[in-house]
Nanobody, 129 residues
């Protein structure tokens, strides 16, 4: 497991941008898939974006493609979610997550499709008005 802490959420107007950060402590080098998930009120938790630690391959939910960018900094044990052209329907609690292995797109559809236990952050609220 790793311990994860998100930051960067807040209130923003529609069309604006936010950059979320996730800092990992612990066995970060054992994690090969990192990602962002969100919980929108009244809906199940959904995958937003994922990235591999070694090669930097990425996957995105269709709802955020072209607007959100996931990136990582392995030296700092951090990954990020740059969110642009935000919409009110992007409002929700955003969680970062990490696992030992995954297939990026399937993991976004089902967080249970992974290798090893999943580590979750505590969440950061994003509100788009």
């Amino acid at each position: 497991h790793v311990q994860l802490v998100e930051s960067g959420g807040g209130l923003v107007q529609a069309g604006g941008s936010l950059n979320l950060s996730c800092a990992a402590t612990g066995n970060f080098n054992r994690m090969n898939c990192m990602g962002w998930f969100r919980q929108i009120p009244g809906k199940e938790r959904e995958g937003v974006a994922s990235i591999t630690r070694i090669h930097g391959g990425t996957a995105y939910a269709n709802s955020v493609k072209g607007r959100f960018i996931i990136s990582r900094d392995n030296i700092k044990s951090m990954w990020y979610l740059q969110m642009n052209i935000l919409k009110p329907e992007d409002t929700g609690m955003y969680y970062c997550a990490a696992v030992m292995g995954c297939s990026l797109a399937p993991w976004l559809r089902d967080p249970g499709q992974k290798e090893g236990p999943i580590s979750w952050g505590q969440g950061t609220q994003v509100t788009v008005s």
